[in-house]
């Protein structure tokens, strides 16, 4: 099955700064990537997802870049606020399965 | 995207009940799933949930322990029986949108078990 790694597991930036989190994927025949952002004792949020024919997307200040060579992807966010702490998770779409990544806490320091 | 409505939003139980969550979505969907949660943890696949059938188990889960009702389009229910201190997690129910096949969470349903 699907294998999905995901680094780094903690990221502290300055309010301000770039955070950047990264996922590799096994499966050469997954070809949907979503990334989701939990907010303590919230649900996953989807914030943005790519299919695997682009190669980039983006959103105001997050964007999602996909390498189907190398398998794989890339959470950008840029112009961090505090709001943005949270844990992330990328994931992996193979058929009608989603694998996830173990998530990375992500804390922007005001 | 879909509202998924979850109950209990979390609950304190003693070993050796049960406990049933409910999911309620806003819209037919085709694909409810059920995920756990452990403390700071990943998310894992309990089970698919099937409309007029047996739910779809993953591996290391059953349906004697978790077994789960989808009685219509919009509704599901997971039960967590003869619970243990290590059933103590977050339970999300989940839907795959009409659109394009995206995932959507509830809020999810967090467990303690004393």
């Known amino acids: 099955g699907e294998n999905v790694e995901q680094h780094p597991s903690t990221l502290s930036v300055q309010e301000g700064d770039s955070a950047v989190i990264k996922c590799t994927y096994s499966d050469s025949a997954s070809n949907y990537f979503p990334w989701y952002k939990q907010e303590l004792g919230k649900g996953p949020q989807l914030i943005i997802d790519i299919r695997s024919n682009v190669g980039e997307k983006k959103d105001q200040r997050i964007a999602v870049t996909l390498n189907k060579t190398a398998k794989h992807f890339s959470l950008h966010i840029t112009e961090t606020q505090p709001e943005d702490s949270a844990v992330y998770f990328c994931?992996?779409?193979?058929?009608?399965?989603?694998?996830f990544g173990t998530g990375t806490s992500l804390t922007v320091i005001p | 995207s879909a509202v998924i409505s979850q109950k209990p939003s979390r609950d304190i139980c003693q070993r050796g009940t049960s406990l049933t969550i409910q999911c309620q979505v806003d819209s037919q969907v085709t694909m409810m799933f059920w995920y756990r949660q452990q403390p700071g943890q990943s998310l894992t696949l309990i089970a698919t949930?099937?409309?007029?059938?047996?739910?779809?188990?993953e591996s290391g889960f059953v349906i004697d322990k978790f077994p789960i009702s989808r009685p219509n389009l919009t509704f599901s229910t997971l039960t967590v029986s003869n619970m243990s201190p290590e059933d103590s997690s977050i339970y999300l129910c989940s839907v795959t949108g009409q659109g394009a096949g995206e995932l959507f969470f509830g809020e999810g349903s967090r467990l303690t078990v004393l």
């Open positions: 949930a099937n409309q007029g059938s047996e739910a779809t188990y």
């Open positions: 994931a992996a779409q193979a058929g009608n399965q989603f694998y």
